[in-house]
Antibody, heavy 122, light 107 residues
Framework: QVQVQESGPGLVKPSETLSLTCTVS????????WSWIRQPPGKGLEWIAY???????KYNPLLKSRVTVSVDTSKNQVSLQLSAVTAADTAVYYC????????????????WGQGTLVTVSS | DIQMTQSPSTLSASVGDRVTITCRAS??????LAWVQHKPGKAPKLLIY???TLDSGVPSRFSGSGSGTQFTLTISSLQPDDFAAYFC?????????FGGGTKVEIK
């Protein structure tokens, strides 16, 4: 069973860069796509970006200018960087694996990490 | 982006009750909808994909139905372990978008 675990600093100062890592165990980052999703306190879920094992990525247009996602197949990890953070970026950040059970190509979020709370504050 | 509207936002129920949660999409998503259960501090857990297919190991008291723009998640007989938050997400198009969530509380 694939396990997903997010890690990173719980506190980031305004204007700095938030960096998180998603470590995959019980399986490989290949050949799936992996998404980052966040949930600010008291608000709904927001998709941030996805990437696959070869580094092909897509970003939420609202965050695209500040987001970078990367993959390290040797470490079985996916990473997220969000620059120039503000208090509005305070959220629980989740990593999730895209899964498909047929040949249509439509993929749902099948495995999630428990999330990591990142607070932006000086 | 496809907007997902989920209702109710909170639901109070008792063990043994039949519970129904609804997700509505702003445009047709065929059957490309998943339901996820989320307990505090735990990883969200996939329950249902393709609107009505139970993921492996999910109890049969959970069921999903619908297509197009209207979908429901039903718990036929609520168990103590089912008190949690539930949300839907569509995956027909990028970006994946989510319902606002439903918190199922003990009555």
């Amino acid at each position: 069973q694939v396990q997903v675990q997010e890690s990173g600093p719980g506190l980031v100062k305004p204007s700095e860069t938030l960096s998180l890592t998603c470590t995959v165990s019980g399986g490989s980052v290949s050949p799936n796509y992996w998404s980052w999703i966040r949930q600010p306190p008291g608000k709904g879920l927001e998709w941030i970006a996805y990437i696959n094992y070869s580094g092909s990525a897509k970003y939420n247009p609202l965050l695209k200018s500040r987001v970078t996602v990367s993959v390290d197949t040797s470490k079985n990890q996916v990473s997220l960087q969000l620059s120039a953070v503000t208090a509005a970026d305070t959220a629980v950040y989740y990593c999730a694996r895209h899964v498909s059970h047929d040949t249509t190509g439509f993929e749902f979020l099948g495995n999630w990490g428990q999330g990591t709370l990142v607070t932006v504050s000086s | 982006d496809i907007q997902m509207t989920q209702s109710p936002s909170t639901l109070s129920a008792s063990v043994g009750d039949r519970v129904t949660i609804t997700c509505r999409a702003s445009q047709s998503i065929s059957s490309w909808l998943a339901w996820v259960q989320h307990k505090p501090g735990k990883a969200p857990k996939l329950l249902i994909y393709k609107a009505s297919t139970l993921d492996s190991g999910v109890p049969s008291r959970f069921s999903g139905s619908g297509s197009g723009t209207q979908f429901t998640l039903t718990i036929s007989s609520l168990q103590p372990d089912d008190f949690a938050a539930y949300f839907c997400h569509q995956y027909i198009s990028s970006p994946i978008t989510f319902g606002g969530g439903t918190k199922v509380e003990i009555k």
